[in-house]
């Protein structure tokens, strides 16, 4: 009796003795787990902050960097033509004024050196047409008949200006004089079109309006 009650008491602590092992283990495991679920957000919240970094420094600064960089590019080149337009405008009138008064004025005893050299001031098809004119028509006139003539401009505004090509809407006063007669004025208004031709602009154009 008292060696089964022994052996009894052998398998008893045995069977005991197992599942406290088993459990230690188990907690121990439970208890990793827990540890690496809570790393694990950690580590993937730094790969993001990471990654973001990357992306900020290698991808949205630079690309600010060029929008920045185009849009000041186009602010300038805008500036650069308002200015370009405004000194052509400016050119222009003055070239058209000018032009005018030279082409149209004139005295009997120097009408020829006078008009030839208004010729200048012209280009294109109405730089022939006015030397045609001015040649077969004008210049005999004036000698023959002692005809003077001169012209101003009260008045010019630009119509449409670029670095290349201009128009001009000038307002012209003539007073003509024919021998001993008594001078006769007219007025026109005149658009002028003109080319810039090197670094003079040239009437291209002179259209009663």
Avoid: C
């Amino acid at each position: 009796m008292t060696e089964r009650t022994e052996e009894t008491v052998d398998v008893e602590k045995e069977s005991k003795d197992v599942p406290a092992e088993e459990t230690e283990e188990t907690i121990d495991e439970a208890v990793e787990a827990v540890e690496a679920d809570e790393e694990a957000p950690a580590e993937e919240s730094a790969k993001r902050r990471v990654n973001w970094s990357r992306v900020l420094a290698f991808v949205v600064l630079p690309a600010l960097a060029l929008v920045l960089a185009l849009g000041a590019g186009y602010l300038k080149w805008q500036d650069n033509s308002v200015r370009d337009s405004e000194r052509a405008a400016q050119e222009s009138v003055q070239a058209a004024k000018d032009s005018t008064v030279a082409i149209l004025s004139y005295a009997p005893d120097k009408v020829e050196e006078q008009l030839t050299g208004a010729r200048d001031r012209l280009t294109g098809e109405f730089r022939d047409s006015y030397t045609s004119l001015t040649n077969d028509v004008v210049i005999p006139g004036a000698k023959e008949k002692q005809i003077s003539a001169v012209a101003t401009v009260p008045a010019a505004a630009s119509v449409s200006a670029d670095p290349n090509h201009a128009v001009v809407l000038l307002f012209i006063n003539q007073t003509v004089t024919v021998g001993q007669e008594a001078p006769t004025n007219t007025a026109s208004s005149v658009r002028v079109t003109l080319d810039k031709v090197g670094d003079r602009w040239l009437i291209s154009k002179f259209d009663p309006v």
